[in-house]
Nanobody, 115 residues
């Protein structure tokens, strides 16, 4: 079993920045990917960014050029640096880890972008 603990959410003004962190613990050998999705009441959960163990990264269309995902394998932690935040980035952000053919999710952290 994998435990994922997220931190770093909060309230920020449009144009501001936030950094999310997600630390994985437990049975974490052979993690294939770690990343972030987000969800609002009006939308389905959508991919924000993913860090593949092979070294590649993926980004959702709406965040390309503004968000950066990075991963510290030694700490089993993935980070999401979010810059130039927009009101439409407001959502609950969920960390995930893909291993053993299944997705494991964190509890979610709220990001609110508002003036």
């Amino acid at each position: 079993q994998v435990q994922l603990v997220e931190s770093g959410g909060g309230l920020v003004q449009p144009g501001g920045s936030l950094r999310l962190s997600c630390a994985a613990s437990g049975n974490i050998s052979n993690i294939a990917a770690m990343g972030w999705h987000r969800q609002t009441p009006a939308k389905q959960r959508e991919l924000v960014a993913a860090s593949i163990t092979s070294g590649s990264t993926l980004y959702g269309t709406s965040v390309k050029g503004r968000f950066t995902i990075s991963r510290d394998s030694a700490k089993n932690t993935v980070y999401l640096q979010m810059n130039s935040l927009k009101v439409e980035d407001t959502a609950v952000y969920y960390c995930y880890a893909h291993l053993g053919g299944s997705l494991n999710w964190g509890q979610g952290t709220q990001v609110t972008v508002s003036s």
